[in-house]
């Protein structure tokens, strides 16, 4: 069974307005599991911004790419594996929100990841309401369960 989630970064456009841009993630989406993978390994812009290229996703590693054979029938352990880059799927263009509260109240899956203009994650509970969802830093609620 699968805990779905989705990873966002907030960035700019082209013309210079906040936008989120966030991917699916199919597995492991549970705080203990992508949550820490996150904080641990992704805490660059650039690395996250990597990540998001990727598009949508089925299984998020400690890396981007893979240091031997890698496919998505098998993946090398702890490489990210892509639906795109590794199984030929037409790409999917990450999602676009248009704010951090945009993100939040949206569906995020059962969990929500998002990295911050400040370089913080926050994450967002899916199983709660939308209307009165909101996020949380990350770190705080690793630090708590």
């Known amino acids: ?3 779905r989630s989705r990873i966002a970064i907030e960035t700019s456009d082209t013309d210079g307005n906040q ?4 991917i699916y993630c199919h597995f492991d989406g549970y705080p203990e599991g992508v949550g820490t993978t996150l904080l641990n390994h992704y805490t660059s812009k650039e690395k996250v911004t990597a990540l998001i290229k990727l598009g949508d996703i089925s299984i998020l590693g400690i890396r981007l790419t893979s240091n031997g054979p890698h496919s998505f029938d098998t993946p090398e352990k702890g490489t990210t594996v ?4 590794d199984r030929g799927e037409d790409f999917c263009e990450p999602r676009v929100d248009h704010s951090i509260p945009e993100f939040i109240k949206s569906d995020v899956e059962e969990y929500g990841y998002l990295f911050t203009e400040e370089g ?3 994450i967002a509970d899916g199983h709660v309401n939308a209307s009165s969802r909101g996020a949380e830093p990350l770190a705080y609620i690793l630090m708590n369960l």
């Not at 936008?19 to 966030?22: E, L, N, R, Y």
């Open 82 to 85: 892509a639906y795109h880059r």
């Open 1 to 3: 069974m699968s805990t």
């Open 19 to 22: 936008v989120i841009k966030s």
């Open 120 to 122: 913080e994650w926050l």
